[in-house]
């Protein structure tokens, strides 16, 4: 058993079950908030700490998982051009949208680290928050930021984009399809994209290409920081 804890078959398999489970979970209960990310987050921290099985051991399959993540944004492609009339009726107010949401991000993480007193290594490794991990990742790599502080930003901001979107959309009476897509992609990624998906084809496709834009006017702006 104690083999089992050791090979790559472990982690994957953990992973997938935890999430299958979110799915399950999610489905039964219809809360936003029984979130599959977030169960399968929590079920597999539950799991190493109980069992003592060390992050090391777990990582050596569920980092394999991580390969398909590029692949799986990409795949949000397919969406996208199948709605592409619709994001040339709104190229420009798509761009000052994942623009506006940048620019919110990155000044939001100077602002606050500095006013926490936070160290200038760990204020960089927020200011990826907003963006899908292949491209918060490179941001790291250039400004020396500190990698697992970064990822746990970024799920934070995922999975409270999955979650908090709903609502927002109601409080704000936001009608538009393609403006929900874009809040929620320029501001919660990947994870925040599996809601959009949800609430309609529009909402997941303005969404995808959001992810994409907003992830390279933050690299560029990350350049003259």
């Keep these: ?7 790559p078959l472990f982690g994957m398999l953990l992973t997938c079950t935890t999430y299958v489970i979110g ?4 489905k039964k209960t219809g809360w936003v908030v029984c979130n599959p990310f977030l169960i399968s987050m929590t079920l597999c921290i539950l799991f190493l700490q109980l069992t003592g099985v060390s992050l090391e051991q777990y990582n050596r399959g569920a980092s394999i998982i991580q390969f398909f993540l590029a692949p799986a944004t990409c795949a949000i492609a397919l969406a996208i051009y199948r ?3 619709i994001l040339g009726q709104y190229f420009l107010p798509v761009i000052l949208g994942c623009l506006a949401s940048a620019v919110v991000s990155i ?6 680290g500095h006013l926490f007193g936070l160290d200038e290594m760990i204020i960089a490794s927020t200011i990826p928050s907003a963006v899908t991990t292949p491209i918060a990742m490179d941001i790291i790599a250039n400004r020396g930021g500190i990698v697992p ?3 746990l930003c970024i799920t934070i901001t995922g999975i409270g984009g999955a979650i908090l979107s709903p609502y927002l959309i109601k409080l704000l009476r936001i009608k538009d399809p393609v403006e929900m897509g874009v809040a929620i992609g320029a501001s919660s990624h990947v994870v925040g994209t599996s ?7 529009i909402q997941g496709a303005m969404s995808g290409v959001s992810i994409g834009i907003a992830g390279l006017i933050t690299v560029f702006l990350t350049l003259f920081i």
């Design 149 to 151: 502080i970064a990822m």
């Design 23 to 26: 799915v399950w979970v999610n």
């Design 195 to 201: 809601k959009a998906v949800e609430l309609g084809e």
């Design 83 to 85: 709605q592409r009339k």
């Design 107 to 112: 000044g939001a993480s100077f602002l606050l």
């Design 1 to 7: 058993m104690e083999d089992f804890f050791y090979s």
